[in-house]
């Protein structure tokens, strides 16, 4: 089925570092969504973006909702080691369902 | 409160078995999705209801699969006669009325030998 873009697979950084994941789409979403997913649990939100232009915050996190609606950006900033995990980007339109990319590994060096 | 729960957490089949995994969303949720996870994939949605009404069942791989949710609460998705392909994590979630977030439970992994 269709999945968001999202690379690369894995991403190395040192704590303290900061770090940028992008998502793309060749769709166009009224809604991003970003995920944590840790080894044997679901996915955790994170952030929802509701408009086009849109930029939240959750604390360390900082997520923007791409102009044409067709593309996402979350940054973390002076991460932890509790930082690892997977990192999905999802969108949804109209038919509620959620469409996800693939997942983004990040590994935090302490 | 409490989050959405899943069981069996992992359930081993032989290749022919039927299995049946449940989902308890969260307490009012109106909505309920089924997401099947592959190993190193992000989530693909299987179906969503809306209180009881299966409104999307697109994602639903073939007709071995059924979910219902006949209480408009908790749902059950089914698997009749497993293959080794069925083997991967299902995931549910729930949402809110008017909201676009979705809630996962923690999944149940299943493993088709």
């Known amino acids: 089925g269709q999945q968001l873009n999202q690379s690369p697979q894995s991403m190395f950084i040192q704590e303290g570092e900061d770090v940028s994941m992008n998502c793309t789409s060749s769709?166009?979403?009224?809604?991003w969504l970003w995920y944590k997913q840790e080894p044997g649990e679901g996915p955790v939100l994170l952030i929802a973006?509701?408009?086009?232009?849109e930029l939240t915050s959750n604390g360390r996190l900082t997520a923007q909702f791409g102009i044409t609606r067709k593309d996402s950006f979350l940054n973390i900033s002076a991460s932890i080691p509790s930082d690892v995990g997977i990192y999905f980007c999802a969108g949804t339109g109209a038919n509620s369902k959620l469409t996800f990319g693939k997942g983004i590994t990040l590994s935090v060096r302490p | 409160g409490a989050g959405v729960s899943q069981s069996p957490r992992y359930k081993v089949a032989k290749r022919g078995q039927d299995v049946a995994l449940r989902c308890d969303p969260i307490?009012?949720?109106?909505?309920l999705f089924w997401y099947q996870q592959a190993l190193g994939q992000g989530p693909e949605f299987l179906t969503y209801?809306?209180?009881?009404?299966?409104?999307?069942k697109s994602g639903l791989p073939s007709d071995r699969f059924f979910a219902e949710r006949p209480e408009g609460s908790v749902s059950t998705l089914k698997i009749q006669r497993t293959q080794q392909e069925d083997s991967a994590v299902y995931l549910c979630?729930?949402?809110?009325?008017?909201?676009?977030?979705?809630?996962f439970g923690p999944g149940t992994r299943l493993t088709v030998l």
């Open positions: 979630a729930s949402r809110d009325r008017g909201l676009y977030e979705q809630f």
């Open positions: 769709s166009i979403f009224n809604t």
């Open positions: 973006l509701y408009k086009a232009g």
């Open positions: 307490s009012g949720h109106v909505s």
């Open positions: 209801f809306q209180n009881e009404a299966q409104l999307d």
